[in-house]
């Protein structure tokens, strides 16, 4: 992880932080007031959140952002003459622009809202849908065929997705009489990269996978990926709902500049991607499509009505341009206000993802030691600390998830039980559910070493012996 | 650990280690088949009726955290040769018993014919773990429907279970 190529922001606010190298705990610990939650207890115990990889925590620039903006500016968008329907229209393009910097976008038009992760997904493979189903928008750029799914072609997933980026493609597979086929996943957790030409045949239609796997917490080798889609023109869609809370984002071609996360991401060329601001510490309700302009432009939509309209008559309608083809109805204002000041705080207040990534390197390093020193414990996923982030998946000997999250919590741990919507990966190595620790910047290492501790106590408390040292409660 | 330890009895923490009604008995008047979609549970029940509607047989096979696996054998001991009434209206009181969060059970009648069952009062405090205290009772009243019915086809299982 390299934090050296930061460019100024361009944000006009300058960096406070915006040195590179990581957080260091002084900061961590000041950062951490920035988030009233993580001041609470439970039971009677300081919380220590180890949930991020469901939800992130949110700082008061961001509730205060929302406030504001409801208290002051409310109105719908794109519609009214008012002084606030104007306002409203500004903040919520002014975010849309935001998050396009930070991602390292190309331009604004890349972001398409959705109400989240899952629904930029189904919102790509409806519109995939209706262009196989006759359907045009634009003409379909011949760098990328796979826009056009046609029966006998192939989609193609890997065992480690979330069901939101299974599921609708799966679907999609079906209805338009297209084969599914999956990269396995190893028994390390890893994806097995040495399939991938193999199963990426020439009537590959659609390569979709996950940057970051939120159970094995193993990053994929993205450019392994690309490359794999665009020698058969396939489109690559790529779940960047794990990665974008901790590494520094470049989803487009060009070394973005202008954003000093962006600056510090890898240009990774995908053609279509999937986020969610309520891991990325903004509000729930809203997430982006990001899709390359061209590829957009040739998308008929997924969802009519209001909004998305050029012109209607009682015969027919004409549509506008992306991304308000793919935005129908009256938009999540204020969610889009709070998702951009999270972005913001995340350059400024934070300085960067690169600083956060480096830190995360330090807290998953101690997460992995904590988690071997337990008797009975096996962790699903890399043992190792190359490309893996700070998720802990595991499997606790004779103890079921649900158990050991209780017992957890009773020690103010909050932690992730079930399958964590990703069956197959589970089944794969070789469990039904799993117990799992996530982290994010705001953790310490204390908190870790909390966890550690707890995590020991577990077996013993259900009167399984073999950890040694540890009490009956 | 006051709530913990309240909800993880002594009771509970034996049956769940050696629960009863174990082994799942090949024959059966009426089979169901429960999942937790949360967290991963199953379950497969099977029971017999005798004469006069009353539960001859419960038996069971799955796999799920203490609190299931406990609910289940303690369930197991407590139907066993009642009628399907007298069946449902423990049913009736269990699924009481785990919506009262922790405010205390005041029926005296009703705790009473639940005996060993009122070990799980502790689960009402739990919001997230009564569905699991509760996925026993679910299959009971599924197998016990069927068996009334006469219907004596296998359980559907949603693909990628078992
Ligand atoms: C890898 C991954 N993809 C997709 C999702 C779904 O995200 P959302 O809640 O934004 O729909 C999640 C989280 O729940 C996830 O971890």
Redesign the pocket.
């Known amino acids: 992880m390299t934090a050296g190529t930061s460019a100024a922001s361009a944000g006009g606010a300058a960096s406070p932080a915006g040195s590179p190298g990581p957080l260091t705990d002084a900061e961590v610990e000041r950062l951490r007031s920035d988030f009233p939650i993580l001041g609470r207890e439970v039971g009677s115990q300081p919380l220590a959140y180890l949930d991020s ?2 939800t992130a925590q949110r700082p008061r620039r961001v509730i205060r952002a929302m406030a504001e903006f409801v208290e002051r500016s409310n109105a719908g968008v794109h519609r009214g003459a008012h002084t606030l329907a104007s306002e409203a229209t500004e903040a919520f393009e002014g975010a849309r622009a935001r998050v396009a910097r930070f991602v390292g976008a190309p331009a604004p038009e890349a972001i398409v809202f959705t109400s ?4 930029a997904v189904n919102l790509l493979t409806i519109a995939l849908r209706n262009l196989a189903g006759g359907e045009t928008a634009g003409p379909v750029p011949s760098s990328a065929p796979g826009l056009v799914i046609r029966p006998g072609d192939r989609i193609v997933v890997t065992e480690a997705e ?1 069901h ?2 299974l599921v609708p493609w799966q679907r999609l597979a079906a209805q338009l009489g297209a084969e599914l086929a999956w990269v396995p996943v190893l028994p390390n957790g890893r994806l097995d990269l040495a399939q991938l030409d193999e199963l990426v045949t020439e009537r590959t239609r659609v390569l979709a996978f ?1 940057h970051v796997s ?1 159970v094995t917490g193993a990053v994929t080798d993205v450019q392994a990926f690309v490359r794999a889609a665009h020698q058969v023109g396939a489109i690559a869609v790529m ?1 960047a ?2 990665s974008a809370p901790h590494l520094p984002l470049c989803l487009g071609d060009q070394p973005a500049s202008g954003d000093v996360s962006a600056a510090a991401g890898v240009p990774l060329g995908v053609d279509f991607a999937a986020f ?1 601001a ?2 990325m510490f903004g509000p729930g309700g809203i ?1 982006a499509l990001y899709g390359r302009p061209e590829l957009l432009a040739a998308l008929p939509p997924a969802f009519t009505g209001g909004g998305m309209v050029q012109a209607v008559t009682m015969r027919g309608t004409t549509y506008l341009p992306a991304p308000a083809r793919f935005e129908a109805g009256t938009q999540p204002v204020a969610e889009a206000v709070g998702w951009a000041a999270a972005l913001d705080y995340l350059d400024e207040d934070v300085g960067g993802m690169a600083r956060i990534a480096e830190y995360e390197e330090r807290l998953t390093a101690r997460l992995l030691e904590a988690v071997a020193g337990v008797p009975g414990v096996r962790l699903l996923g890399p043992a190792d600390q190359t490309d893996r982030l700070g998720v802990a998946s595991l499997a606790i000997d004779g103890v079921h998830p649900h158990d050991a999250g209780q017992v957890l919590d009773a020690a103010g741990i909050a932690v992730r039980v079930g399958h964590h ?1 990703a069956m197959p990966v589970h089944r794969k190595l070789g469990v039904r559910a799993s117990t799992r620790a996530s982290l994010a910047f705001y953790n310490t290492l204390a908190e870790i070493d909390r966890f550690g501790q707890a995590l020991a106590q577990v077996r013993p408390y259900f009167g399984l012996t073999g950890a040694a040292g540890a009490e009956g409660e | 650990m006051g709530a913990l330890d309240q909800l993880y009895q002594q009771l509970i923490l034996e049956h769940s280690k050696a629960p009863h009604g174990k082994p799942l008995k090949a024959d059966y008047g009426g089979e169901s088949f429960q999942v937790n979609t949360t967290c991963g549970d199953q379950v497969r029940l099977h029971v017999t009726l005798g004469p006069g509607d009353v539960l001859e047989d419960v038996s069971w096979e799955g796999s799920g955290c203490s609190i299931s696996q406990a609910s289940l054998s303690v369930m197991t001991d407590l139907v066993r040769g009642k009628t399907l009434e007298e069946a449902a209206t423990l049913s009736a009181d269990f699924t009481e018993l785990m919506h009262t969060r922790g405010q205390g059970f005041d029926d005296d009648a009703a705790a009473d014919a639940l005996g060993d069952a009122m070990a799980f009062e502790g689960v009402s405090q739990f919001p997230m773990r009564v569905k699991c205290a509760l996925l026993g009772w679910m299959a009971l009243k599924d197998a016990a429907a069927k068996a009334k019915a006469g219907d004596h086809t296998p359980a559907q299982i949603p693909e990628g279970w078992e």
């Open positions: 990889g469901a989240g992760t899952t629904a979330h939101a980026n996950t939120n779940d709902a794990q969610g309520h891991k997430g919507c």
